[in-house]
């Protein structure tokens, strides 16, 4: 083919913005105003594509002489023919002309320097492209992705090509945020981290691997546990133990008396610049490797207190005490909504459901925890068991709650937490659960390959990271994928290291 040609390809894009200014003047009075708009965006396609191809006639073909030397002294020779490939963008595809040198009887490929001059991608499709298929594909089926690109951009995008593109676009996630810099934290700050789980439905083939063997009443597992890790600063706030309690039983009450004392009502510690990260095929070892990686390039000398939020698995307790063992201010808190919601499986065994009296009580017990009187509590639940008659199911609730505030007490200083205006709710991870993990993941007839899911939780982090990191993402992937395709050790290198020969 022949190279495209500046003013040919300007006298183009200059006749399709002609087109478009008589497509309105003829037809504005018979088009309500969203039909007119979609049309106009329709024309403006083709005046994108002639600029794309008036900036390839601008950069030329890649011609840097007659010959050129490889490394190992092999003469390339320039080839008469121009070399093509497809160059799939935004506003359609087209075909970009490049010189080609090759060793005469060789029979080996051809060296395209234009290549790297403009880091044309691996794949046919622009790094633009493949940054709108992700941007899409985390939201949505990849499917959808693809219908989305031939309804809006008469670009026709198969499924296949969506998921392919997904699959590979993870790669540059952890050499992207080792080369992010951290966010500012200010003196005053707290540094918090929390991690929490989130199952994951599988096909059957990879399902069925997840327990071979399954013991007495127990049921085939379906989905597969992603473990969700944030890490996020939070200015400290101090709270009253009456009014959170208040508010974690009777919010509205709560609010109406702000709204008449007109006195600040927020009683959780605002979360700022929160890095969310899940992963289905890590370890949990990993994921919270990966968060505490994040923490300490934030406070790289300890000096901040760090808060760790947990739900009550004690096995995640272990393993957070153990990675973070080394920080110097740390402090290990139960989430307090874990503990309300065992308050409540108390109050439905004593009272009505939803009766005032049960409301008091729990609001009455919860100000005891908060106020860090939380053998009281346990005191006074096993008095209760010891001297009132109740039913089975009754006294195995009982059980059930003094059981866990025993077992996880030590992370339940609610009173010290307060004063020092820490964090004491796990909402942040639980919100990147519900936010990162479940929109995407669940759904009707959604089941999903353990390659799969990883790859769109993993872009789905970066979306919900810092405002959108995904949006610097395939900035830094393009320049990666330049590195690798024009940078690595080969037999040749391109520009830099081939001289032209006079």
């Known amino acids: 083919m022949l190279p495209y040609q500046v003013e040919a390809s300007i006298a183009e894009g200059q006749q399709r913005v002609q087109d478009l200014f008589t497509f309105v003047r003829k037809n504005a009075k018979d088009l309500e105003a969203h039909q007119a708009e979609k049309s106009v965006f329709k024309l403006l396609l083709p005046i994108g594509l002639a600029a794309m191809k008036a900036y390839f006639a601008e950069r030329g073909t890649g011609d840097v002489g007659p010959t050129i030397v490889r490394e190992d002294g092999l003469v390339l020779d320039r080839q008469s023919k121009l070399g093509q490939r497809d160059y799939f963008s935004i506003f359609g595809k087209f075909d970009v002309p490049r010189t080609c040198y090759r060793a005469s009887g060789t029979g080996e490929d051809g060296v395209f320097p234009l ?44 499924e296949s090509v969506v998921l392919n593109v997904t699959l590979e676009a993870q790669d540059d996630y952890d050499a992207f945020y080792e080369q992010k810099p951290p966010p500012p934290v200010g003196e005053e700050q707290i540094l918090a981290v929390s991690f929490d789980g989130k199952g994951v439905p599988l096909i059957k083939a990879e399902a069925a691997e997840l327990k071979a063997k399954l013991g007495s009443g127990e049921k085939r597992q379906k989905t597969k546990e992603a473990l969700v890790g944030v890490c996020y600063t939070v200015d400290p706030k101090a709270r009253s133990a009456e009014d959170l309690a208040e508010y974690l039983v009777r919010p509205e009450r709560a609010r109406e008396r702000w709204k008449s004392e007109g006195t600040d009502g927020e009683q959780q510690p605002r979360a700022e610049n929160v890095r969310r990260m899940a992963s289905l095929i890590n370890s949990k070892e990993e994921v919270m490797t990966c968060i505490k990686t994040d923490a300490e390039r934030r406070d790289p000398d300890h000096k ?36 309300v919601g065992y308050l409540w499986l108390a109050a439905n065994a004593l009272f009505p459901a939803e009766s005032e009296e049960g409301k008091d009580w729990v609001q009455g017990k919860l100000t005891d925890l908060l106020e860090g009187r939380v053998g009281y509590v346990i005191g006074a639940l096993k008095l209760i068991l010891a001297k009132r008659k ?26 010290k937490y307060l004063a020092a205006g820490l964090p004491i709710s796990t909402g942040v991870v639980e919100s990147a659960c519900g936010s990162l993990v479940k929109p995407r993941m669940e759904g009707s007839g959604r089941r999903w390959t353990s390659i799969g899911a990883e790859a ?8 919900k990271s810092h405002g959108n990191d995904l949006r610097q993402y395939w900035d830094f992937r393009a320049q990666e994928e330049r590195r690798r395709l024009y940078e690595s050790e080969r037999s040749w290198r391109p520009n830099a290291h081939l001289r032209a020969v006079a």
């Open 456 to 463: 769109v939780l993993v872009l789905r982090s970066l979306k």
């Open 390 to 415: 109740l039913s089975g199911s009754k006294r195995e609730a009982l059980t059930d709650v003094i059981r866990y505030f025993t077992n996880h007490r030590r992370w339940m200083r609610y009173d």
């Open 304 to 339: 901040l207190r760090l808060a760790l939020l947990l739900d009550g698995d004690l096995k995640l307790w272990s393993l957070v005490r153990w990675r973070f063992r080394a920080w110097k201010r740390t402090t290990r808190i139960l989430d307090i909504i874990h503990v």
């Open 115 to 158: 290549d790297e001059q403009v880091n044309l991608p691996e794949r046919c499709y622009s790094y633009f492209l493949q940054d709108w298929m992700t941007q899409f594909a985390v939201e949505q089926p990849f499917r959808e992705t693809g219908t989305i690109f031939d309804d809006f951009f008469d670009l026709l995008v198969a």
